[in-house]
């Protein structure tokens, strides 16, 4: 069961083709067949030629529906069993996620909170793979492929991202690509002292979120989560597998973000399997359709289709006040900064409160290792100068060298993911306002810092619009 989502996209084409080539070729052969057993024409038959035509055609008619239904039903089928199969869990190798945590939690090499759960008392379970899902597949330049299941821990659901050793793989067209291997949990190494591991934590944290951070308060958020069964000591196992999640930018957003409401809670880890909570409704919007189908749907038809099953709005402005104050937990808060680099509905759900949760935020990374990337970045074009999907900065081409500063900061990206969200249905007398304020929002360029009162104003303006609103409803 060693098949990627792509492979398992090419299958089910070659599937499909192969069935359309079969019918297609019934019929060809249906129809030579009635031609070479037609009789010799004579007097007595051309006198029925038009009841025989008419009982021809009738009957041809019959034979296109019969095949074209048959077609059909083996493509609706098809897609059906695929789907089934993707989510398998084995598809993305849970036995062999659990059989490689497990094995390296018996021999002592790791610990954490949901070790026993998952090896011993078999309370946390690897259910549907989720890593065939499109908003899933996501890997960043900073973290390896994580493969993603989802779960369950007793009476909590969950979702469980396991650090998997990558296999060889086919991008369709694409030459095979090697990916990274899986953390060997080798740091930190035997007779390390809990001050050594201090340092180490410091130090990276330093390369990863800067100087201006408030680092002795994350190291200890950091420890707190280290030492699951609150003893007061780090144990070695627990240490490895710190470290291993620290090189995550998911984890280390999850410990930064973790008193806030709009990240979903680190329920527990082994080695670097974690467990987040599950977030009820997602995406934040729009409609799941076959490829096939979304071949044949104009982008405008398709944009109007995403909000077509989405919460009242007086909900859905609660929803985008949620993403707002994201922006503001993630720009200038007290451990850093940090960039919001994939921002699309995929990235995001929400509870049955409507409060707003991050889906994925392996693409909201910090600022400072951004900036590091950017710089070491060769370019020709401004192209060359894209990380993720939405964090873009300019070239130099002077130096053929990205230049480290963001040409568009997070507010404008989000105001950009909520316009349609928020436009549809937006009651009468506030439409002309939202929708200034909206686009004043999509404008900014440059990063937040060099347009702060800007930035501070349009945020502040655009929560209080929706607030004042919504503020004598029940959803709100």
């Known amino acids: 069961m060693l098949f990627t989502c792509l492979q398992s996209h090419y299958i089910w084409v070659k599937f499909c083709s192969s069935v359309i080539c079969i019918l297609i070729m019934i019929l060809l052969c249906n129809g030579s067949h009635h031609s070479s057993l037609s009789p010799s024409i004579s007097l007595s038959t051309l006198s029925l030629t038009p009841l025989l035509s008419l009982f021809q055609a009738r009957f041809s008619y019959l034979h296109m529906k019969y095949l074209f239904f048959s077609w ?274 995929d990235g995001f759900g929400y509870n049955d409160r409507h409060d707003l949760k991050v889906m994925d935020t392996r693409h909201i990374v910090p600022e400072a290792t951004f900036q590091k990337a950017m710089r070491e970045r060769r370019c020709d074009t401004e192209e060359d100068c894209l990380y993720g999907a939405d964090c873009r900065t300019s070239c130099d081409l002077t130096k053929h060298q990205c230049t480290p500063e963001v040409t568009q900061p997070n507010l404008a990206k989000a105001c950009g993911a909520l316009k349609d969200y928020l436009l549809n249905g937006v009651p009468a007398d506030i439409q002309e306002e939202l929708e200034k304020q909206l686009y004043a929002c999509i404008a900014l360029k440059g990063s937040a810092e060099q347009m702060e009162m800007e930035h501070s104003l349009i945020l502040n303006n655009l929560k209080s619009l929706l607030w004042k609103k919504i503020s004598h409803t029940k959803d709100s």
């Open 72 to 345: 059909l039903a083996v493509f609706v089928g098809s897609w059906v069993v695929y789907v089934e199969y993707s989510s398998y869990s084995e598809l993305c190798r849970g036995h062999e996620c659990k059989n490689s945590i497990c094995d390296k939690y018996r021999k002592g090499v790791i610990d954490g909170s949901a070790c026993r759960s998952l090896c011993e008392k078999d309370t946390l379970y690897l259910g549907k793979c989720l890593s065939a899902k499109p908003n899933n597949q996501v890997r960043s330049d900073s973290d390896p492929s994580s493969t993603v299941y989802s779960g369950g821990w007793g009476d909590l659901e969950g979702v469980i991202k396991c650090q998997m050793e990558e296999i060889p793989h086919y991008n369709l067209g694409a030459e095979m690509e090697h990916r990274k291997e899986a953390s060997s949990f080798n740091k930190p190494t035997k007779g390390t002292s809990v001050e050594k591991f201090k340092e180490m934590v410091l130090s990276h944290l330093k390369t990863k979120v800067g100087e201006q951070a408030n680092l002795p308060d994350l190291v200890s958020l950091v420890f707190s989560v280290a030492d699951y069964n609150k003893d007061g000591l780090i144990s070695l196992p627990e240490a490895r597998s710190t470290w291993a999640l620290l090189q995550l930018n998911e984890f280390l957003l999850a410990i930064v973000l973790q008193d806030r409401e709009h990240t979903p809670r680190l329920l527990g880890f082994c080695g670097d399997l974690y467990v987040m909570e599950k977030v009820p409704y997602a995406p934040l919007y729009g409609i799941s359709l076959p490829w096939v189908v979304e071949l044949w749907i104009p982008a405008g038809v398709r944009r109007s289709m995403d909000q077509w099953f989405t919460p009242s709005w007086p909900r859905k402005a609660k929803i985008s006040i949620g993403l707002l104050e994201l922006v503001e937990d993630v720009f200038h808060g007290t451990f850093g900064s940090f960039l919001m680099c994939d921002v699309s509905a």
